[in-house]
């Protein structure tokens, strides 16, 4: 007997019993068969934006078990109530759901025995209540059965604590929050598999260029690190921890793009991890060699000095590299949410990611739209593009 093609007959008839089932029975009872499986990589936990809005950043891997196509047509999330918190139509799945996890494989449809990870976004005004819980509804047409189909899946009990409140890893002004939170896809869908595992290490984490006061990330030739604003720039421990691993003996990259054929554990340049506490870790990536100032083991102080920005590793400009993840390697482990304690948004780049790009390459200032007062923040953490400053 051939197992999937046997399944296949077994689901298609299952199709058609839910579809009259959808008209008679909204919610249906006992084991359905369905010609999916779901499942949310990894809790999603809340955090507050300088947008003024919280956000929930999570994956839900999908899995098409038939050997037909099955194109996702909508996507609904419900809180433990069944209130609607996020819908989305078949365009915008076309956008968030990655064939086989790979950025740049978009797609709204899954071939036979093929799976996806949808990017999931949800937005909620900063006052309303935190949901305990979420599950999703996803619709969608199977051409096995040459018909729709419907079903709940995906349930997961959403993390409640408050992120971590962090003090700042660079100081002065206009640094730029490049590829932050909560919806570029450069961190954010990240995803690798390693050691048999999926993980999104970069799941909030920042790349902090810096502009002068002509919006300009350098001056000069843009091969020379040293006409970047934020070349050398002193990094400071954002919490008390102990570091776990650190590196500093890798030389800078040329500016301008990426580095070809990079070994995997050169991907974070010089860096240094911490270890601080309950469950967290910090990364600071990419220092200028020479510059780091802590091994492992050693003990820091929030606010101490360890190292300096440089263009080491995976990077095409100088920048600093700094996420929080739940684990104390770099790349195999998750990626989790973390607030400042208090920092001042001068400006932001709503033109988008295009225009932030277009300034990195070529020198031409930011097109950047100034918040007149500054926005004060305290507790949330500076949204993509952002422009920032903190004290010297």
Not at 161 to 168: C, E, F, Q, T, V
Not at 323 to 346: E, H, I, K, W
Request: contains cysteine.
């Amino acid at each position: 007997m051939n197992f999937i093609n046997d399944l296949s007959r077994v689901t298609c008839l299952a199709f058609a019993l839910t579809q009259v089932q959808a008209v008679t029975m909204p919610e249906p009872q006992g084991p359905q068969l369905t010609p999916l499986t779901a499942e949310v990589l990894a809790p999603p936990q809340a955090l507050t934006g300088s947008d003024g809005r919280r956000h929930l950043v999570y994956e839900i891997r999908i899995a098409n078990i038939t050997d037909g196509r099955f194109a996702v047509q909508r996507i609904e999330v419900r809180d433990e109530h069944g209130a609607t918190l996020e819908q989305m139509d078949a365009a915008a799945i076309g956008r968030r759901l990655c064939v086989g996890g790979r950025r740049g494989s978009e797609s709204g449809e899954l071939g036979g025995a093929q799976f996806g990870v949808v990017f999931m976004h949800v937005t909620l005004p900063v006052n309303a209540p935190l949901p305990q819980g979420l599950t999703h509804v996803i619709e969608g047409y199977a051409d096995k059965a040459g018909a729709s189909f419907t079903m709940r899946v995906a349930g997961v009990r959403v993390d409640t604590r408050d992120p971590p409140r962090l003090a700042p890893p660079l100081r002065g002004d206009g640094l730029v929050v490049g590829d932050g939170c909560c919806d570029t896809i450069r961190h954010v869908r990240a995803l690798l598999a390693l050691d048999g595992t999926l993980y999104l290490a970069q799941r909030f984490a920042i790349d902090f260029e810096q502009v002068d006061a002509t919006g300009r990330i350098f001056t000069g030739d843009s091969k020379s690190v040293r006409n970047y604003r934020i070349y050398g720039k002193p990094i400071f421990a954002v919490a008390d921890g102990t570091v776990v691993a650190a590196r500093n003996d890798l030389n800078d990259q040329v500016p301008g793009k990426l580095p070809a054929g990079l070994p995997l554990e050169q991907a974070d340049g010089n860096f240094a991890i911490v270890d601080l506490g309950a469950g967290a870790y910090a990364l600071y990536a990419h220092m200028r060699r020479g510059s780091v100032l802590v091994g492992a083991g050693s003990k820091i102080r929030r606010g101490d000095k360890i190292g300096e920005v440089g263009n080491t590793g995976n990077t095409q400009a100088p920048h600093l590299h700094f996420q929080l993840m739940d684990g104390p390697g770099g790349l195999a482990s998750n990626g989790v949410p973390y607030v400042f304690d208090s920092y001042r948004v001068t400006a932001v780049d709503e033109a988008g990611t295009a225009d932030f790009d277009r300034a990195e390459a070529s020198g031409t200032p930011m097109t950047l739209t100034a918040r007149t007062p500054p926005l004060q923040e305290h507790g949330s953490l500076p949204v993509d593009l952002s422009i920032v400053s903190w004290p010297q």
